[in-house]
């Protein structure tokens, strides 16, 4: 999972830098798209693998993984990678609380409820269209481990239900993604630049932390899944402190803190 986070919030700050040519929502698809290309060079699957349930699992996997992603730059690009990440990390949570049993449970939930209000509240004020995407990626985060569990039976049938999945999420959101593009002349990279950014960012957004939660939910299931990201947020705030010199504030610190006391208190 630490591994998952440097890769993951490495390709995020390279998305921020992409910001300023593309769309938060494009550069999204692109990750899904790039993503989707690498892994069929390297998976190879049937056609089989496109069609019937297993098909419609991958594709729903595929789908919900490219709304989290479009969600979740959106709120990057309005607020602090931690911050983000912080609120979004809510999805998990609940995914975590659904199997609750104990007070300590509960007091873990209610942690990381208050940890969230004092986050979203400490940039509300300036900017509720993040906080709100951010929330938005939190519900999407939620489906991606339900979805994402129901293709991790095997190490074979993750890596191909991941080809199959983004690969479907490339092609029906591909009008979408037309509408974004802005057009080469409003551009300032070449051709070229373009398209290597967006298979770096596939690779170290994608493949390898999304090949690693498919390890993950094997090994852990669900629910502690849902715990273990907890390192997300503490990762994502260095992260974006190192890359982007995003510092935040106390409260925003007091928040990423309390939710992460609240996994604490989580046990498998």
């Given at each position: 999972?630490v591994?998952?986070?440097?890769?993951?919030?490495?390709?995020?700050?390279?998305?921020?830098?992409?910001?300023?040519?593309?769309?938060?929502?494009?550069?999204?698809?692109?990750?899904?798209?790039?993503?989707?290309?690498?892994?069929?060079?390297?998976?190879?699957?049937?056609?089989?693998?496109?069609?019937?349930?297993?098909?419609?699992?991958?594709?729903?996997?595929?789908?919900?993984?490219?709304?989290?992603?479009?969600?979740?730059?959106?709120?990057?690009?309005?607020?602090?990678?931690?911050?983000?990440?912080?609120?979004?990390?809510?999805?998990?949570?609940?995914?975590?609380?659904?199997?609750?049993?104990?007070?300590?449970?509960?007091?873990?939930?209610?942690?990381?409820?208050?940890?969230?209000?004092?986050?979203?509240?400490?940039?509300?004020?300036?900017?509720?269209?993040?906080?709100?995407?951010?929330?938005?990626?939190?519900?999407?985060?939620?489906?991606?481990?339900?979805?994402?569990?129901?293709?991790?039976?095997?190490?074979?049938?993750?890596?191909?239900?991941?080809?199959?999945?983004?690969?479907?999420?490339?092609?029906?959101?591909?009008?979408?993604?037309?509408?974004?593009?802005?057009?080469?002349?409003a551009?300032?990279?070449?051709?070229?630049?373009?398209i290597?950014?967006?298979?770096?960012?596939?690779?170290?957004?994608?493949?390898?932390?999304?090949?690693?939660?498919?390890?993950?939910?094997?090994?852990?299931?669900?629910?502690?899944?849902?715990?273990?990201?907890?390192?997300?947020?503490?990762?994502?705030?260095?992260?974006?402190?190192?890359?982007?010199?995003?510092?935040?504030?106390?409260?925003?610190?007091?928040?990423?803190?309390?939710?992460?006391?609240?996994?604490?208190?989580?046990?498998?």
């Amino acid at each position: 999972m630490v591994l998952n986070g440097l890769s993951l919030y490495a390709g995020a700050a390279l998305a921020v830098g992409l910001f300023e040519q593309f769309s938060p929502g494009l550069v999204a698809w692109m990750r899904v798209a790039a993503a989707a290309v690498i892994l069929l060079v390297l998976n190879r699957p049937g056609i089989k693998a496109f069609l019937g349930r297993t098909g419609f699992n991958a594709a729903v996997y595929g789908v919900v993984t490219l709304a989290m992603n479009i969600t979740f730059y959106e709120a990057l690009a309005r607020l602090p990678m931690g911050t983000a990440v912080a609120i979004e990390f809510l999805g998990p949570v609940v995914v975590a609380a659904l199997g609750s049993r104990t007070p300590r449970d509960w007091v873990s939930l209610l942690l990381a409820g208050v940890g969230v209000v004092i986050i979203s509240g400490a940039q509300w004020a300036g900017n509720s269209t993040g906080v709100l995407f951010a929330l938005a990626a939190a519900v999407m985060w939620a489906l991606y481990i339900l979805t994402g569990n129901r293709i991790a039976g095997n190490a074979a049938s993750s890596r191909t239900g991941m080809a199959v999945g983004f690969t479907w999420a490339a092609i029906l959101s591909l009008p979408l993604a037309l509408w974004w593009w802005p057009g080469l002349d409003a551009v300032d990279l070449e051709p070229v630049t373009i398209i290597g950014l967006a298979l770096g960012l596939g690779v170290l957004s994608a493949v390898i932390p999304y090949g690693l939660d498919q390890v993950v939910l094997r090994q852990a299931g669900p629910s502690y899944f849902a715990i273990l990201l907890a390192i997300l947020p503490i990762t994502a705030a260095v992260m974006g402190t190192i890359a982007l010199g995003q510092w935040l504030s106390v409260a925003e610190v007091i928040g990423i803190a309390m939710i992460v006391a609240a996994v604490a208190l989580r046990r498998p």
